[in-house]
């Protein structure tokens, strides 16, 4: 339900969107669209600290990549899908590394241009191994190489203009991630309690 202004900016939007997505069941979870993370956003390029601070707000982390790669203006380098999403992991920990330890999604888009399919299943296979990967020097410079490498819970592949279904599997994708991380993190917290209240107890009888 979001509303962007959209224009010929390097990125879609000038500030951070709010977009309220409503499930059969009338259940409701909000997107932060925040596109101004590009390289250098955590020493505030672009729209950086004003977004990167949205970002602590989350439950879940999405990135959303052009299967194509990304050019952030024309005397910029051209960078692929993979080098994006490790730089955009390298620029949320030098910001803040504790942001790595919420649940993640990659969302692949623009699935419907040419040559696609191969290139998604790439990436796939790619973030499989990104630990060996991130150590080739063709593939992804040193400079931004992360310490943490992110860890996706899921990579869906969507076609936003084309495709309404894997929209709709996006959604009920991002509802099963959210479900588990709360599950967990509610499983945590009674686990917690239930120290807690053992040592409590050991304490009194000593």
Wanted: charged share 30%.
């Amino acid at each position: 339900r979001a509303r962007p202004k959209i224009a010929s900016y390097p990125f879609t939007t000038i500030r951070p969107n709010i977009g309220i997505c409503q499930y059969d069941d009338c259940r409701q979870v909000s997107f932060a669209d925040l596109p101004g993370l590009i390289e250098g956003a955590h020493l505030n390029a672009g729209m950086g600290h004003s977004f990167l601070k949205h970002v602590e707000r989350t439950k879940i982390l999405m990135f959303v990549v052009d299967v194509n790669g990304f050019q952030f203006k024309a005397d910029s380098p051209v960078r692929s899908a993979l080098e994006t999403i490790v730089i955009l992991n390298k620029e949320l920990e030098l910001y803040k590394s504790d942001i790595l330890d919420k649940p993640a999604l990659c969302v692949i888009s623009k699935m419907d241009s040419k040559g696609a399919d191969a290139k998604f299943d790439l990436i796939v296979d790619s973030l499989k191994n990104l630990d060996e990967i991130v150590r080739d020097e063709s593939v992804i410079e040193p400079e931004f190489v992360p310490e943490r490498l992110i860890k996706f819970a899921e990579v869906v592949p969507i076609s936003a203009k084309f495709s309404r279904k894997s929209v709709d599997n996006l959604k009920h994708r991002v509802r099963h991630v959210i479900d588990d991380y709360t599950h967990n993190q509610s499983l945590h917290q009674e686990l917690e309690d239930k120290v807690s209240h053992t040592l409590s107890q050991k304490s009194t009888i000593t």
